[in-house]
């Protein structure tokens, strides 16, 4: 079983910054991707952006330029730096670990955190 723990939320005002932490923990082999998505009250969740285990990176364009995604491979753990924000990005923010192996058998499974508040005031 492997278990996802999303930190660093809060409230901040609009052009402030943020920095969210998810820590994987459990029975890892691999992972191969670990992202960061959204969902505001009455909305869909949205993908935020993604890095791989190889370090490249890809962002929404709607986060791109002030959101900055970032890994520790080694800890098995995904960071967000989020800047210049604004009352639009308020939303839980979620943790997702993709194709995660628990053995070096080719068994894939996706695992989610269970979400930090980020708030942000006008």
């Known amino acids: 079983q492997v278990q996802l723990v999303e930190s660093g939320g809060g409230l901040v005002q609009a052009g402030g910054s943020l920095r969210l932490s998810c820590v994987a923990s459990?029975?890892?082999?691999?992972?191969?991707?670990m992202g960061w998505y959204r969902q505001a009250p009455g909305k869909q969740r949205e993908w935020v952006a993604t890095a791989s285990s190889s370090g490249s990176t890809n962002y929404a364009d709607s986060v791109k330029g002030r959101f900055t995604i970032s890994r520790d491979n080694a800890k098995n753990t995904v960071y967000l730096q989020m800047n210049s924000l604004k009352p639009e990005d308020t939303a839980v923010y979620l943790c997702k670990a993709e194709r995660v192996r628990t053995s070096p058998l080719p068994y894939d499974y996706y695992y989610w955190g269970q979400g930090t508040q980020v708030t942000v005031s006008s």
């Open positions: 459990g029975s890892i082999f691999s992972i191969d991707a």
